[in-house]
């Protein structure tokens, strides 16, 4: 039977709302009703950035993920979903990750125009957000802010939209990022700013590398955020200044890392690879095949 594109988009919208409950309950970082892992093992697009976002999606599921978050890809935005991004738009781009059998866990979607106003970055910030819940990813990711005239502005907005978050059941979430917002304990001030239970931390122990210039070890910034993370972003680093490079084969220690989160609470959750060995598609997807072994390996002998 043919469906009209309206009634897909509906349709879409709705299988959206179940699995964004379903993934919320995995995704959290405490035990949930339902079975299911202890870690969610993902690969974000950005690897396959070169190409349109379903060939990343494809070259995730051949790899053997069952997770997947949405960053970047090749068409008419770098980032895959922008505040420009329609709710239909993000509904069908949802509807492409369920139909490889993949669980959307994070999305990021760039920037919102806080330099404008703080009632304009509101408003980019809530249209962003939707588009978190139309596609069906339970968190939203931020980059954070580099430009220190608009900290306050941009913390401002973020705790001004996250009752709207809650209310939609999206978590937002602000990985360490340059800028205002590179190290643990930068991430940590703010998120202690905002004071929101729904506004955490999204590790990335390859930036704490990357925006230190090598300098700060990540397995020693994880104790800076105890009791705040909620996913990872898996990314390694290799000296100077790369980060596309298959984690376990650069200079992070995930061991380390991963054994001082667990100290401060970070027990169960999202893991999505960010980064990985630049090649053609059919390369990068082996490199990823490669990442999910090494983190179910590195995990099953820590947890």
Request: glycine fraction near 12%; proline fraction near 4%.
């Amino acid at each position: 039977m043919k469906i009209s594109r309206r009634d897909f988009v509906r349709r879409t919208l709705l299988t959206s709302g179940s699995v964004l409950v379903a993934a919320q309950t995995v995704g959290c970082n405490t035990p949930g009703r339902f079975s299911a892992p202890r870690w969610q093992i993902g690969c974000y697009t950005r690897p396959w950035d070169q190409f349109d976002y379903r060939t990343a999606l494809d070259g995730i599921a051949e790899a053997g993920f069952k997770y997947a978050g949405l960053m970047t890809a090749k068409g008419k935005s770098w980032v895959i979903i922008t505040i420009e991004t329609s709710s239909e738009e993000a509904a069908e781009i949802g509807g492409e990750v369920r139909q490889r059998g993949l669980q959307l866990l994070s999305l990021y979607a760039g920037d919102f125009p806080v330099a404008k106003s703080v009632p304009a970055g509101i408003e980019g910030l809530r249209k962003l957000i939707d588009n978190c819940a139309a596609c069906g990813a339970p968190n939203l990711m931020l980059g954070g802010v580099g430009d220190e005239k608009l900290y306050d502005d941009y913390f401002t907005v973020v705790r001004e939209c996250c009752d709207y978050a809650a209310a939609k059941g999206i978590g937002l979430s602000m990985k360490p990022h340059g800028g205002l917002n590179a190290t643990g304990a930068q991430c940590r001030q703010a998120v202690e700013r905002v004071g929101r239970k729904n506004f955490r931390i999204w590790y990335d122990p390859g930036n704490i590398l990357y925006y230190s210039d090598g300098g700060l070890d990540p397995a020693e910034d994880a104790a800076s955020v105890d009791g705040l993370v909620v996913g990872v972003s898996v990314k390694d680093y290799r000296h100077p200044k790369d980060v596309m490079v298959t984690p376990g084969t650069g200079q992070v220690n995930f061991r380390g890392v991963f054994d001082r989160l667990k100290q401060g609470g970070f027990t169960r959750g999202p893991l999505i690879v960010e980064c990985l060995a630049r090649g053609t598609a059919a390369q990068i997807t082996a490199e990823a095949r490669k990442a999910r072994v090494f983190l179910e390996g590195l995990m099953g002998k820590l947890f």
